[in-house]
């Protein structure tokens, strides 16, 4: 069956450093793959997709990479803040299907 | 522009009880999803409305589950005899026209939390 997997521990980090969370996933051939960040209480909130042939993509703080072959998406926020604090989810979304199938998500905390 | 909202925002109810979810998506999207959150996971998929239609409700998990979308706006997600289960995050997100080899993000209401005693 199809599994996503991101790290459960949380991640701490200090403020200004860079933050770079996993995604790997399994039996799951994806056309895109879209993160998002969720605060507590609140639903999830888009940051960026990314497509199969793409390797790399940026905005602003964020960078997210896809390699296909490792079957992984690393995400990274550079010169982190303790806003960037937040529960990150990976979603991936196949060719003629709409639905996401996302991640359990990293907790994100950085420290001031 | 408002964003997709939901109501209510907390509901409570007992065990073979009967509850319906209201998602209001942002004006003019014509997609329409519901998912369902257990605490420390990420949202599951339940049904995907193109327009007025299920176009996929493979993730409904039986068939105390129901959706509809009468007039390709306002949505309702139903359960029947509720059971402790059920008890979870039920978010709604709406995301604008589809088009082939077009992947929208897609945008989250607040969710409703269900609570089944």
């Known amino acids: 069956s199809q599994k996503i997997e991101q790290n459960s521990e949380a991640l701490n980090i200090q403020e200004g450093k860079t933050a770079t969370l996993t995604c790997n996933y399994t039996?799951?051939?994806?056309?895109?793959l879209q993160w998002y960040r969720q605060d507590p209480g609140r639903g999830p909130v888009f940051l960026l997709l990314?497509?199969?042939?793409?390797k790399e993509k940026r905005k602003e703080r964020l960078k997210v990479t896809f390699d296909t072959t490792l079957k992984q998406s690393l995400f990274h926020i550079t010169a982190s803040q303790p806003a960037d604090s937040a529960t990150y989810l990976c979603?991936?979304?196949?060719?003629?299907?709409?639905?996401?199938?996302f991640g359990s998500g990293t907790r994100l905390q950085v420290q001031p | 522009g408002a964003g997709v909202s939901q109501t209510p925002s907390n509901k409570v109810t007992e065990k073979g009880k009967y509850v319906e979810l209201r998602c209001d998506p942002i004006?003019?999207?014509?997609?329409l999803y519901w998912y369902r959150q257990s605490l420390g996971q990420g949202p599951e998929f339940l049904i995907y409305?193109?327009?007025?239609?299920?176009?996929?409700d493979s993730g409904l998990p039986n068939d105390r589950f129901f959706a509809v979308r009468p007039e390709g706006s306002v949505s309702t997600l139903k359960i029947q005899r509720t059971e402790r289960g059920d008890s979870a995050v039920y978010l709604c997100?709406?995301?604008?026209?589809?088009?082939?080899?077009?992947?929208?993000?897609?945008?989250f209401g607040p969710g409703t939390r269900l609570t089944v005693l």
């Open positions: 997100a709406s995301s604008s026209t589809i088009q082939r080899g077009v992947y929208n993000e897609q945008f």
């Open positions: 039996n799951y051939s994806p056309a895109y």
């Open positions: 979603a991936l979304g196949g060719t003629g299907r709409r639905a996401l199938t």
């Open positions: 004006s003019g999207h014509t997609a």
């Open positions: 409305f193109q327009g007025t239609g299920a176009a996929d």
């Open positions: 990314i497509r199969e042939n793409e």
